[in-house]
């Protein structure tokens, strides 16, 4: 049973760092393309990093990034401990959302990836 927990979120002042976590069982992190959503409320969900499945990697880039966060935020994922991460530097109160992991069979993150964690709540004050 596939499953996503993501934890790391809080409240940072404008301009800090937090480092997101997500807790992946279930399925081989190497083996899923597994990336960083993010959502405010009334918003639609937005894509923000993710790391290519390996298949996807022996074709493409390994990670990729939206516009808005490329230059600030970093993606990894650990496969000794099937875990993936995204740090966030240099934050902006407009980077304030629930950060959702997500992980699906493919080479790609798209918005209708299959499994999905709970999310945990990031709030930048200015």
């Known amino acids: 049973q596939v499953q996503l927990v993501e934890s790391g979120g809080g409240l940072v002042e404008s301009g800090g760092s937090l480092r997101l976590s997500c807790s992946a069982s279930?399925?081989?992190?190497?083996?899923?393309?597994v990336g960083w959503f993010r959502q405010v409320p009334g918003k639609e969900r937005e894509g923000v990093s993710c790391?290519?499945?390996?298949?996807?990697?022996?074709?493409?880039?390994?990670?990729y990034y939206s516009a808005s966060v490329k230059g600030r935020f970093t993606i990894s994922g650990d496969n000794a401990t099937n875990t993936l991460y995204l740090q966030m530097d240099r934050l902006k109160p407009e980077d304030s959302a629930v950060y959702y992991c997500a992980a699906d069979r493919g080479f790609n993150c798209y918005s209708g990836m299959r499994y999905w964690g709970k999310g945990t709540l990031v709030n930048v004050s200015s």
């Open positions: 279930g399925f081989f992190l190497d083996d899923y393309a």
């Open positions: 790391i290519r499945s390996r298949d996807g990697r022996a074709r493409y880039a390994a990670s």
